[in-house]
């Protein structure tokens, strides 16, 4: 899969957070509170990761920092705007995991399809990035936030090859093509090995149609 991109960083970006520690974040505020922008230094973390996508010519789009309410918050976030193969309803990502994504897909996503299913991968389908809600399906989860809403999660669905197929979580699972089935449990087991949290539908119901990848440590892949 060819992969030559141009960066949407300008060079003062980082050159005028180059002072920034580590991100200094103030008290949470209220669920449903008016959003809010932050000016917050960018953290030498984000600032390394940033530098990474760079490198890897990943073109993006930094975004502001943003506070939603109810510990809702948009820090160290991007848009990515090409990695070689177009995404859907992507939107904010922290960088974190917006590197470790771009790399499943090109080094894990991409040469299974076309050694098992003998096709290029020409599109993933997903469900979205960040969201402002609870962790949902989960027992004892008490009301704690998802990933989603720090963008620290991206829900994937589905990938569609030059060849025409397109393959699913929720009809390739368990569905009938054996290729299919897998080349979906392959990719989830390198998923497991860049992102703290991978959930599938081997998980619970509520994983029937998607991956849930979180850049977390956490070191659970179920």
């Given at each position: 899969?060819?992969?030559?991109f141009?960066?949407l960083?300008l060079?003062?970006?980082?050159?005028s957070?180059?002072?920034?520690g580590?991100?200094?974040?103030?008290?949470?505020?209220?669920?449903?509170?008016r959003?809010?922008?932050l000016?917050?230094p960018t953290?030498?973390?984000?600032?390394?990761?940033?530098?990474?996508?760079a490198?890897?010519?990943?073109?993006?789009?930094?975004?502001?920092?943003?506070?939603?309410?109810g510990g809702?918050r948009?820090?160290?976030?991007?848009?990515?705007?090409?990695?070689?193969v177009?995404?859907?309803?992507l939107?904010?990502?922290?960088?974190?995991?917006a590197?470790?994504?771009?790399?499943w897909?090109e080094?894990?996503?991409?040469?299974?399809?076309?050694?098992?299913?003998?096709?290029?991968?020409?599109?993933?389908?997903?469900?979205?990035?960040?969201?402002?809600?609870?962790?949902?399906?989960?027992?004892?989860a008490?009301?704690?936030?998802?990933?989603?809403?720090?963008?620290?999660?991206?829900d994937?669905s589905?990938?569609?090859?030059?060849d025409?197929?397109r393959?699913?979580?929720?009809?390739?699972?368990?569905?009938?093509?054996?290729?299919?089935r897998?080349?979906?449990?392959?990719i989830?087991?390198?998923?497991?090995?860049r992102?703290?949290t991978?959930?599938?539908?081997?998980?619970?119901?509520?994983?029937?149609?998607?991956?849930?990848?979180?850049?977390?440590?956490?070191g659970?892949?179920?």
């Open positions: 899969m060819p992969r030559r141009s960066v960083v060079p003062l970006l980082l050159a957070c180059a002072g920034g580590s991100d200094r974040r103030p008290p949470p505020r209220p669920q449903g509170a959003p809010v922008t000016n917050l953290s030498r973390e984000t600032q390394a990761c940033f530098a990474d996508l490198r890897q010519d990943v073109r993006f789009s930094p975004l502001p920092d943003r506070d939603y309410g809702c948009l820090i160290g976030t991007l848009q990515l705007i090409d990695i070689g177009p995404v859907t309803n939107k904010a990502m922290r960088c974190g995991l590197r470790s994504f771009t790399a897909v080094h894990a996503v991409a040469p299974a399809a076309r050694q098992m299913l003998g096709s290029d991968l020409v599109r993933v389908e997903s469900m979205g990035t960040y969201a402002c809600r609870a962790v949902v399906g989960a027992p004892g008490g009301g704690r936030l998802s990933g989603h809403a720090t963008a620290n999660a991206v994937v589905g990938f569609v090859l030059k025409g197929r393959i699913t979580i929720q009809q390739g699972w368990n569905g009938a093509d054996a290729d299919a897998d080349f979906l449990r392959v989830r087991a390198s998923a497991c090995k992102f703290g991978v959930l599938s539908p081997d998980y619970n119901a509520a994983h029937y149609n998607h991956l849930h990848l979180e850049d977390d440590r956490a659970f892949c179920r």
